[in-house]
């Protein structure tokens, strides 16, 4: 069981890092903070949980797990974070483009009659899914297989990006409650953002509506300027927490229900009508949690096969795969690229569905390029912040532009849990924003000069 024991020794020191951060740190909060207290957040909950777990999940057996690759996985990432922290000191002089409530302010001013066609527009596209395509949330494998060939390429393109829409919808929806100053208007916003997150976390699912509840108490605290840990904030968290523990309830009582592809049965029908029975039957979740290996394991699966059996690292073809896979197929019809599974698989000798582990930037990098990956890592994470502060000082006076670049760069840092090729989605994502943004600068500074030019030869 020393697996386990080191799972929470090491898990319960990220917790009480992640507490000492917040109740130490001014509400001066900026980007670089939000993705620290995600990571520690995610690799201090998640591991404790598994560790309360002394049996075997889809993957691992903890009771017999190596400790020495056990405290590696928690020392990579202190040690990454440690030295971000330090270069951002030393290399970003100016934070104010990164600050939590200059982002709020600013993606405040966004149009709020843009902000409602898009709202409308994810909401449609959702019921269309469904009934179209009898598809509700994540498509499972085995239904892609089935039905994957029979949809438009221009429907499943939309629905890889519909998480990452529905996170900017949600980070425009925050800052006009906390930002606007009209108080009817702000009970609109209100509304409109209780409606939102619960259905859109029927696609993105419990991480999206955790992800998103997180931020939403970064923004309120960030905003009212106040510390987190105070005796009269303890009754909201309770109710928070409250709030985590039934939807995780109600979402797997529902998972059968909600990822099966195809209208839903009289049967199915028949369990969706008892709601509060499916949210407070905590069993459903507590057999998810034990039995579902969560990303940090990733980074186990690696390290233990680095320091235990002496298998090398991939020397970059992940990285290469990944850049494959980002290319837009109506540019490369042709292409053929690896999925990460099967590249694991070929490495370690095993069946993909043998290591089907939710993977994170810290075990691919890793993976790819070994302990070099603590030096390397630091330097991308710096790399989106400057790059962040640089697009938003530029679109400062064009807050649908600062919102769009803020809201893609953000949602991939807290992203914990992603394929650590996702970095190329996000560079192409940027690349068409700053596209748009030049065309409209460009069409701006036009119609400037033709109206300047028949103002002095009328």
Same mark, same amino acid.
């Given at each position: 069981?020393?697996?386990?024991?080191?799972?929470?020794? /090491?898990?319960?020191?990220?917790?009480?890092?992640?507490?000492?951060?917040?109740?130490?740190?001014?509400?001066?909060?900026?980007?670089?903070?939000?993705?620290?207290?995600?990571?520690?957040?995610?690799?201090?909950?998640?591991?404790?949980?598994?560790?309360?777990?002394?049996?075997?999940?889809?993957?691992?057996?903890?009771?017999?797990?190596?400790?020495?690759?056990?405290?590696?996985?928690?020392?990579?990432?202190?040690?990454?974070?440690?030295?971000?922290?330090?270069?951002?000191?030393?290399?970003?002089?100016?934070?104010?483009?990164?600050?939590?409530?200059?982002?709020?302010?600013?993606?405040?001013?966004?149009?709020?009659?843009?902000?409602?066609?898009?709202?409308?527009?994810?909401?449609?596209?959702?019921?269309?899914?469904?009934?179209?395509?009898?598809?509700?949330?994540?498509?499972? !494998?085995?239904? /892609?297989?089935?039905?994957?060939?029979?949809? !438009?390429?221009?429907?499943?393109?939309?629905?890889?990006?519909?998480?990452?829409?529905?996170?900017?919808?949600?980070?425009?929806?925050?800052?006009?409650?906390?930002?606007?100053?009209?108080?009817?208007?702000?009970?609109?916003?209100?509304?409109?953002?209780?409606?939102?997150?619960?259905?859109?976390?029927?696609?993105?699912?419990?991480?999206?509506?955790?992800?998103?509840?997180?931020?939403?108490?970064?923004?309120?605290?960030?905003?009212?300027?106040?510390?987190?840990?105070?005796?009269?904030?303890?009754?909201?968290?309770?109710?928070?927490?409250?709030?985590?523990?039934?939807?995780?309830?109600?979402?797997?009582?529902?998972?059968?229900?909600?990822?099966?592809?195809?209208?839903?049965?009289?049967?199915?029908?028949?369990?969706?009508?008892? !709601?509060?029975?499916?949210?407070?039957?905590?069993?459903?979740?507590?057999?998810?949690?034990?039995?579902?290996?969560?990303?940090?394991?990733?980074?186990?699966?690696?390290?233990?096969?680095?320091?235990?059996?002496?298998?090398?690292?991939?020397?970059?073809?992940?990285?290469?795969?990944?850049?494959?896979?980002?290319?837009?197929?109506?540019?490369?019809?042709?292409?053929? /690229?690896?999925?990460?599974?099967?590249?694991?698989?070929?490495?370690?000798?095993?069946?993909?569905?043998?290591?089907?582990?939710?993977?994170?930037?810290?075990?691919?990098?890793?993976?790819?390029?070994?302990?070099?990956?603590?030096?390397?890592?630091?330097?991308?994470?710096?790399?989106?912040?400057?790059?962040?502060?640089?697009?938003?000082?530029?679109?400062?006076?064009? !807050?649908?532009?600062?919102?769009?670049?803020?809201?893609?760069?953000?949602?991939?840092?807290?992203?914990?849990?992603?394929?650590?090729?996702?970095?190329?989605?996000?560079?192409?994502?940027?690349?068409?924003?700053?596209?748009?943004?030049?065309?409209?600068?460009?069409?701006?500074?036009?119609?400037?000069?033709?109206?300047?030019?028949?103002?002095?030869?009328?």
């Amino acid at each position: 069981m020393s697996g386990n024991w080191s799972i929470l020794l /090491f898990s319960l020191l990220f917790i009480f890092i992640v507490t000492l951060y917040l109740s130490r740190r001014s509400m001066e909060i900026d980007v670089l903070d939000v993705y620290i207290i995600y990571v520690l957040f995610h690799f201090g909950l998640y591991p404790f949980v598994r560790g309360l777990h002394f049996g075997r999940d889809i993957i691992f057996d903890f009771t017999q797990g190596d400790p020495l690759s056990i405290g590696l996985v928690f020392a990579q990432v202190l040690i990454i974070l440690l030295i971000l922290k330090i270069l951002s000191l030393i290399l970003i002089k100016d934070m104010d483009y990164l600050k939590i409530t200059y982002i709020m302010e600013r993606c405040s001013q966004v149009n709020g009659y843009i902000v409602f066609i898009i709202y409308n527009i994810l909401i449609i596209f959702q019921i269309y899914s469904y009934y179209q395509y009898g598809v509700q949330s994540f498509i499972p !494998p085995w239904d /892609f297989e089935r039905i994957g060939k029979f949809l !438009p390429y221009w429907f499943t393109s939309t629905r890889t990006i519909y998480n990452l829409l529905t996170f900017c919808l949600g980070i425009v929806l925050l800052s006009k409650v906390f930002k606007t100053k009209d108080r009817k208007n702000q009970i609109l916003w209100l509304v409109l953002t209780i409606l939102f997150i619960p259905f859109a976390s029927v696609y993105g699912g419990k991480r999206f509506f955790i992800n998103v509840l997180l931020l939403s108490i970064i923004f309120y605290f960030d905003n009212k300027n106040e510390k987190i840990f105070k005796l009269r904030n303890l009754a909201y968290g309770l109710i928070l927490a409250l709030a985590v523990f039934l939807f995780c309830n109600l979402y797997e009582s529902y998972r059968g229900v909600v990822e099966s592809v195809g209208q839903i049965t009289s049967e199915e029908a028949k369990k969706l009508k008892d !709601p509060l029975s499916a949210a407070i039957n905590y069993q459903r979740t507590l057999s998810f949690l034990s039995r579902r290996p969560g990303t940090w394991e990733f980074s186990y699966l690696v390290l233990s096969k680095q320091v235990i059996d002496g298998i090398a690292i991939t020397k970059g073809k992940i990285i290469a795969e990944g850049f494959k896979s980002a290319v837009p197929r109506y540019l490369w019809p042709n292409k053929n /690229f690896l999925l990460m599974d099967d590249m694991l698989g070929q490495l370690y000798g095993v069946r993909p569905k043998e290591i089907d582990i939710g993977k994170n930037n810290y075990g691919v990098a890793q993976l790819e390029i070994g302990y070099y990956s603590i030096i390397i890592l630091p330097l991308v994470v710096l790399m989106l912040l400057i790059l962040m502060s640089y697009l938003n000082k530029i679109t400062n006076q064009n !807050p649908f532009f600062l919102w769009l670049f803020s809201g893609n760069i953000l949602f991939y840092l807290i992203n914990i849990e992603e394929a650590g090729t996702d970095i190329f989605f996000l560079l192409r994502h940027i690349l068409l924003i700053l596209f748009l943004f030049v065309l409209y600068i460009l069409f701006q500074k036009t119609c400037f000069t033709l109206r300047e030019y028949l103002i002095t030869h009328k």
